[in-house]
T-cell receptor
Framework: DAGITQSPRHKVTETGTPVTLRCHQT?????MYWYRQDPGHGLRLIHY???????DKGEVSDGYSVSRSKTEDFLLTLESATSSQTSVYFC???????????FGPGTRLTVL | AQSVSQHNHHVILSEAASLELGCNYS??????LFWYVQYPGQHLQLLLK??????LVKGIKGFEAEFIKSKFSFNLRKPSVQWSDTAEYFC???????????FGGGTRLMVKP
């Protein structure tokens, strides 16, 4: 257990509504990541953070924004959810001296 | 852009059969390679990793993988699978100590009892 929690674990929302997903870690690791998992695509990186207020885009960042105001929390926001954003979202952390990532339990988001 | 390919999308085996899942990456520089496993309804767990040195690496639950630089491959193997190995397996690569992992599309393994 890498001390990662995600909330909510399940959410159903409607097209056009804003959605924020939260990732919380207890170990103060430097790197945090948001991925989406879709069948046949594996995991694709949305955004990542390498420190408080330091973030960068990943492979599929359009339609998503992130914020990290505290080391322990990394928020993913869908400003106006679309059906194509229906997916399972995983948060991951990477300790600064490590090369591997550790994953949270995931959030299943359905956009109707 | 770098990519990771897993050519087997679905594999069905009987218990005690041997397993080999293919993984190829498209970059010729320094790579760190990983296999993750996702059991039904669970999050990804690290199965094994390769950074340098001995190209045959051993992971948890009897899994191993071999890094073949000339083939840009990092195939996952297990001599004898169990029903509990039913899961989805993901290969991933980190290029040149960068900040991002690139994942393959995953292989769903079903082991029949």
């Amino acid at each position: 257990d890498a001390g990662i929690t995600q909330s909510p674990r399940h959410k159903v929302t409607e097209t056009g509504t804003p959605v924020t997903l939260r990732c919380h870690q207890t170990e103060n690791h430097r790197y945090m990541y948001w991925y989406r998992q879709d069948p046949g695509h594996g995991l694709r990186l949305i955004h990542y953070s390498y420190g408080v207020k330091d973030t960068d885009k990943g492979e599929v960042s359009d339609g998503y924004s992130v914020s990290r105001s505290k080391t322990e929390d990394f928020l993913l926001t869908l400003e106006s959810a679309t059906s194509s954003q229906t997916s399972v979202y995983f948060c991951a952390i990477r300790p600064g001296d490590s090369k591997e990532e550790y994953f949270g339990p995931g959030t299943r988001l359905t956009v109707l | 852009a770098q990519s990771v390919s897993q050519h087997n999308h679905h594999v069905i085996l009987s218990e005690a059969a041997s397993l080999e899942l293919g993984c190829n990456y498209s970059y010729g520089g320094t790579v760190n390679l990983f296999w993750y496993v996702q059991y039904p309804g669970q999050h990804l767990q690290l199965l094994l990793k390769y950074f340098s040195g001995d190209p045959l690496v051993k992971g948890i639950k009897g899994f191993e993988a071999e890094f073949i630089k000339s083939k840009f491959s990092f195939n996952l193997r297990k001599p004898s699978v169990q029903w509990s190995d039913t899961a989805e397996y993901f290969c991933a690569a980190r290029i040149n100590a960068g900040n991002m992992l690139t994942f393959g599309g995953g292989t769903r393994l079903m082991v029949k009892p």
